[in-house]
């Protein structure tokens, strides 16, 4: 079994930079797929950045591409999700989510990750 933390959300205004945390502990072999989504109220839990397990692969949402990264320490087990020209419409819970394995096809479905952490929110004032 795996567990997932996140740390770093807040409250930031419009244009301004935040950087999430989720550290792995316990049976981190399944945590080769690492991941962020988020989800604001009423809506369904959407996919933002996903990560292989040496990092050469990475996919983002398209409403993030361009102002967000997704990076990894293996050694520590943590991944990062940096967050750059925060908007409004970014404002979410956003959690982390672990895979055995890395689904190149099927990266940003919620059911191709077996392990979630508990959220940490992020608010966006404009």
């Known amino acids: 079994q795996v567990q997932l933390v996140e740390s770093g959300g807040g409250l930031v205004q419009a244009g301004g930079s935040l950087r999430l945390f989720c550290a792995a502990s316990g049976r981190t072999s399944g945590t080769n797929a690492r991941a962020w989504f988020r989800r604001t109220p009423g809506k369904e839990r959407e996919f933002v950045a996903a990560?292989?397990?040496?990092?050469?692969?990475?996919d983002y949402a398209d409403a993030v591409k361009g102002r967000f990264t997704i990076s990894r320490d293996n050694a520590n087990n943590t991944v990062y999700l940096r967050m750059n020209s925060l908007k409004p419409e970014d404002t979410a819970v956003y959690y982390c989510?672990?895979?055995?394995?890395?689904?190149?096809?099927?990266?940003?479905?919620?059911?191709?990750?077996?392990?979630w952490g508990q959220g940490t929110q992020v608010t966006v004032s404009s």
């Open positions: 989510a672990a895979a055995r394995f890395y689904n190149i096809y099927y990266y940003a479905r919620p059911s191709e990750y077996d392990s």
């Open positions: 990560i292989s397990r040496s990092g050469t692969t990475t």
